[in-house]
């Protein structure tokens, strides 16, 4: 048997109405932000993450997935989604469209080469979003908004919004220089991993996981007391648009993101449910001043973010609401050969018209075939006999009340509306709307 790449995960048809689910609510609040949808391709010139994310990031020195095509270039999965929309903005030339900020979002596949745990998948899928050509901090604290927007439009209590600011550039060389001074005669007293980081991205030594408790970053120099005073005012300005937002963050001074892109502000999101298991940092962003200038575009200052999706099901999954199938409107359930050509064409005119139909392709016998209705969850039995065909009638069980009535066919589709109708406006067919003529 072949089985599928360690890390990677089938999302079966049972699991998948989760999904499009999640798929809606995130085109649903997008919308409400303005913001519209970008696609690009999931491989790139391994250069451009190089250049972006960083080569002294975990994330492209242990794990993107690089290979050469048949013709000799160096591709890469895509690791992340913000690369690609820069590359993007800067060869298609959108920084010179009228409308700015542009606004941008994304859905789709990323691929990182991690230890896989729940919550942690080699092929994972993120929703991300930028906003690009503002340096307005209120476009910050926007970013927050849309995605705190998001974590109640899918009712998940419990998310905490961390933030920090790494500055601009001369902020973040100044910063540099003190934490490696501070850092040079402690540095043997942290993990391998921090002395190596030390010397090609101290930054990131901020971040370790296997040194977090450690006095040494406890009471290392951080970021926020080396800002510049335009960076301070910046960061000011977001924290006082989402105060008034009535938008609770939490600053963190030790937050300082694993890509390298990041100037000002950087935001994590994280939730405390039981579902997540240790990944409990469900989305993470950040402005990003400089980035598309280093990858040769203009000076084109920008802000976003992107959630990771396995965990926002995952953390959905605490809210205890198990998935259930679609129910459908209709199951025909055709006796003999003759019923069964006439059943594809009633079929055919109830679909056309919007219901979901569904009939028996298994040769079940009566009994079975009322079993697959009711796995189906539909809410009308269309049976149709012998008897049935020579009338030009069928019959019609209503599952939820037990009442069967015998409709001729050209009447079978206002019938089975009227009756939908009805039950989703509670009214038992009295209101206007119901008793109108369909
Ligand atoms: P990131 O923090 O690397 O940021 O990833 C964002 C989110 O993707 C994480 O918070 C996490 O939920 C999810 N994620 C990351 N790696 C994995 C994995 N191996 N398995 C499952 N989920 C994962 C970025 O990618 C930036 N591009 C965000 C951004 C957009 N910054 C500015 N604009």
């Known amino acids: 048997m072949i089985t599928k790449i360690k890390g990677t995960q089938d999302i079966l048809p049972a699991e998948s109405r989760r999904w499009q689910d999640l798929e809606d609510v995130i085109f649903q609040v997008s919308r409400l932000y303005g913001f519209r949808e970008i696609r690009t391709p999931i491989f790139e010139a391994s250069e451009l993450f190089h250049r972006s994310v960083g080569d002294t990031s975990d994330i492209v020195k242990k794990e993107t997935y690089d290979f050469a095509d048949r013709g000799d270039r160096m591709v890469t999965l895509r690791p992340e989604g913000t690369a690609s929309v820069v590359r993007s903005v800067i060869e298609n030339k959108l920084y010179a469209e009228p409308s700015l900020p542009l606004k941008m979002y994304y859905v789709g596949p990323m691929f990182r080469y991690e230890r896989p745990q729940k ?49 601009d550039t001369p902020s973040k060389a100044l910063y540099r220089d003190q934490l490696m001074a501070y850092l040079q005669p402690r540095i043997d007293g942290l993990c391998e991993d921090c002395r190596a980081r030390f010397l090609d991205n101290p930054l990131r030594v901020l971040d370790c996981k296997v040194d977090k ?90 802000v976003g973010f992107a959630f990771g999706m396995e965990r926002l099901l995952l953390a959905l999954e605490s809210l205890g609401e198990a998935e259930k199938p679609e129910p459908i409107h209709a199951f025909l359930i055709a006796l003999g050969e003759g019923a069964r050509t006439k059943a594809s064409e009633l079929l055919l005119r109830l ?45 019609v069980k209503d599952t939820e009340t037990g009442v069967q009535e015998t409709v001729e ?28 003529d369909c």
Not at 359 to 386: N, Y
Not at 422 to 427: I, L, V
Request: aromatic fraction near 8%.
């Open 119 to 167: 919550g942690r998948q080699r092929q994972f899928h993120q929703f991300g979003a930028e906003a690009m050509g503002s340096y307005s901090p209120q476009v910050d604290a926007e970013m927050i908004a849309y995605a705190t927007t998001l974590l109640a439009a899918l009712r998940l209590p419990k998310v905490r919004v961390k933030i920090n600011s790494l500055g």
């Open 351 to 395: 679909r056309h018209g919007g219901l979901i139909c569904d009939t028996d392709f298994m040769d079940r016998p009566l009994k079975g075939q009322f079993k697959q209705a009711e796995r189906l969850g539909a809410r009308f039995c269309l049976i149709l006999g012998d008897d049935e065909l020579a009338k030009g009638v069928i019959n």
């Open 409 to 436: 066919w050209a009447q079978l589709y206002p019938y089975l509306v009227q009756k939908i109708r009805e039950h989703a406006h509670h009214c038992g067919g009295e209101c206007a709307d119901c008793s109108e």
């Open 213 to 302: 408790e450690s006095p040494i970053l406890a009471e290392a120099p951080k970021p926020l007391d080396f800002l510049t005073p335009e960076a301070k005012a910046h960061f000011e300005a977001v924290l006082g648009h989402l105060r008034g937002m009535g938008l609770e963050v939490q600053i963190d001074k030790s937050l300082v993101r694993g890509l390298d892109y990041y100037t000002h502000t950087v935001f994590e999101l994280e939730a405390d449910l039981p579902t997540l298991g240790a990944q409990a940092t469900i989305g993470g962003g950040g402005r990003y001043n400089d980035l598309v200038e280093t990858l040769g575009g203009p000076s084109f200052p920008a």
